[in-house]
């Protein structure tokens, strides 16, 4: 009995559930259908046109797909405001949103628009693609950069593999486009070393004087400093007048070998000419501290007479530099003086000598191709000036300059032109009272700005030497050495 009532029970709350399970679908499909009827009476109805996620890439201009409202089936599309905050030159994820308001509603859309970089980034290799590199050797880098279109410089970012016979370069930028260039790496060595002479290659010197060698260098692209494997061959005899040659040679482990020579000519003893020499009788017209406003009229008139001369040159405005060149290229020696001609300055110290020379030689280098190597001592090489700045500086110099392959020449004849001269006649007479036959005549005469007496007694100068069978000559590196006592 009890079992029976028990089922009854169990029917009759199956039955209850069913009924409101009923009702409330009921109730759901009721407020559906209310608020499907306020959608289409009440609410806008706004349908994006296009796609909904646009991609551009950077700095592509964005291109608006369009837009449709309607609100009672009627178009309001006009009536849609559209605001977005795209920055198409700047990488990332923007939103257009559309917008439209009808009585209490306003309705929104979004469409999603990515800016993307998808240009790979550029590495440029400085020097070759492929390089000669010694064996087992690490090789230097030659330098790169890396550039982005987005991103800028991001050399820092590159990354080097680096094997035997390549190395490889990678740069990845912010967005992940990836670059890499390979720079191919040739073992081998054949590049000779090299030698390099300390002094001059042809060096002048006295018979029975004695031959210090200047030294030499030698480095290798491999193997570095090779100076003590330099071989060595030839002795310089100095009691036999001529050219006499001596022979550096070094081999590198890869078997390639280079070699130099040095030219040792011996000369014969100052103040001594060959008869033939003597015969013509010589007269050297050297000109000091030019060039100036003086120089062309000088060059002009040498021109005239078919004389060659010696200027020993000192620092001017580059705009005299025509004038060094035309002193060279019509034939005459362009020797060096100074630089800056201060005594205060020059014979401060060797060092300082040395570094005024420098710098003229340099300069004069620069205008005829040459340096040139007969110098003359501002003051001369007996000057007593230079003890005021250092004791003792012109014994030294004249034997240095020696040593490094300088010729250097005082004077015998003095015209005196920066000194007592007063005029074109005194010049004159300064010069020519003096001349000998049995001597080397190096006549000391200046083209300093407006030093007109000389240039007014030239001509008659060389009248003079011509009619008493002197021949007029440009110094150079065979001319017998004329020299004061060396007074400091």
Known sequence: MGEVKH??????????????????????????????????????????????????????????????????????????????????????????????KKGLFTVKKKRTVKVIDDIKPEI??????????????????????????YDGDITNKVEIKENEDEITYIVTDSSGNKTSVSRKLIRVDNE?????????????????????????TATDNCEGDMTSAVEIDGSIDTSSSGNQVITYTVID???????????????????????????????????????????????????????KATFFVINHSDDLNYLIKREHDEGHTVALHSYTHRYDLVYASVDAYFDDLNKISNKVEKIIGTAPKIIRFPGGGSNTVSRQYSKGIMSTLTNEVLARGYHYFDWNIDCDDAGSAKNKTDVYNNVVNYLSHNKTNVVLMHDFQNNYK?????????????ANGYTFAAIDMETPLVRHNVLN
């Open 7 to 100: 089922k009854e029970r169990k029917e009759k709350t199956k039955h209850t559930n069913r009924k409101m399970i009923i009702g409330i679908g009921l109730s759901f499909l009721i407020i559906t259908l209310i608020v499907g009827v306020i959608f289409l009476l009440f609410i806008p109805n706004v349908k994006l046109l296009g796609s909904r996620v646009i991609t551009l890439k950077l700095n592509e201009e964005y291109s608006e797909q369009g837009v449709k409202a309607t609100y009672h089936g009627k178009d309001i599309s006009q009536e849609i405001k559209i605001d977005n905050n795209i920055n198409n030159d700047k990488v990332g994820t923007y939103e257009v949103t559309y917008k439209v």
């Open 124 to 149: 440029h290799l400085e020097g070759a693609m492929e390089v000669n590199v010694c064996p087992s050797k690490k090789f230097d880098e030659l330098g790169f950069t890396a550039i982005d279109n």
């Open 192 to 216: 000779k070393p090299v030698i390099t002479l300390k002094g001059e290659s042809t060096i002048y010197i006295e018979k029975g004087g004695i031959y210090n060698e200047p030294g030499f």
């Open 253 to 307: 482990k890869n078997g390639n070998k280079t070699t130099v020579t040095r030219n040792v000519y011996v000369k014969s003893s100052p103040g001594t000419l060959p008869s033939t020499v003597y015969k013509n009788s010589m007269i050297y017209l050297t000109f000091d501290d030019g060039p100036s406003n003086i120089t062309p009229q000088i060059l002009d008139l040498l021109k005239a007479k078919n004389v």
């Open 454 to 466: 000389t240039l007014e007694a030239l001509s008659d100068i060389i009248d003079y030497g011509i």
